[in-house]
């Protein structure tokens, strides 16, 4: 009798604490091979609670994985994630990861063009240039979902 009731006070107890914890989609990233920025990306991902996987790919396997997915050329950077449908091009910041699967718009995938100085995976935050995420429409168009301005002290 002891024995059901604390499995039973056990099983009651567990979706409190999964509720508790922010639950996300895994991430998989596709890294240009040997880019120790992507590197830092992923890992910056696995710091704010995101399950990431990721694997190398150079060249034009990089580039044509960005083709299939749908990201416009002139958004690359040097890796490029997807989660819940969407693709993740550079080095977005976890917050507009969360609020683009909050929002879910019909879109894409968010894209940080570039590798500006600053942003995640790319050198302090406190030392960062000014650089915009973007929203891109399936359609190949884009709108700034998020600008980040240069810190202070730039």
Request: with cysteine.
């Amino acid at each position: 009798m002891k024995h059901a009731l604390l499995i039973a006070v056990a099983l009651m107890a567990a979706p409190l604490s999964l509720e508790a914890q922010e639950v996300f989609p895994a991430i998989h990233v596709v890294e240009g091979q040997g880019c120790e920025c992507c590197v830092k990306w992923t890992e910056y991902l696995q710091q704010q609670g995101f399950d990431v996987t990721s694997e190398d790919r150079f060249g034009v396997l990089l580039i044509q994985h960005k083709i299939e997915l749908g990201v416009p050329a002139e958004h690359y950077s040097c890796h490029t994630g997807q989660i819940a449908g969407y693709f993740l091009e550079g080095h977005v910041p976890a917050q507009d990861i969360r609020r683009l699967l909050e929002e879910r718009p019909d879109a894409a995938g968010l894209a940080v063009p570039g590798m500006p100085y600053g942003s995640p995976g790319m050198g302090p935050e406190d030392k960062r240039e000014a650089y915009d995420v973007l929203l891109i429409r399936k359609d190949g168009s884009s709108e700034v979902f998020t600008s980040y301005p240069a810190a202070d002290g730039i």
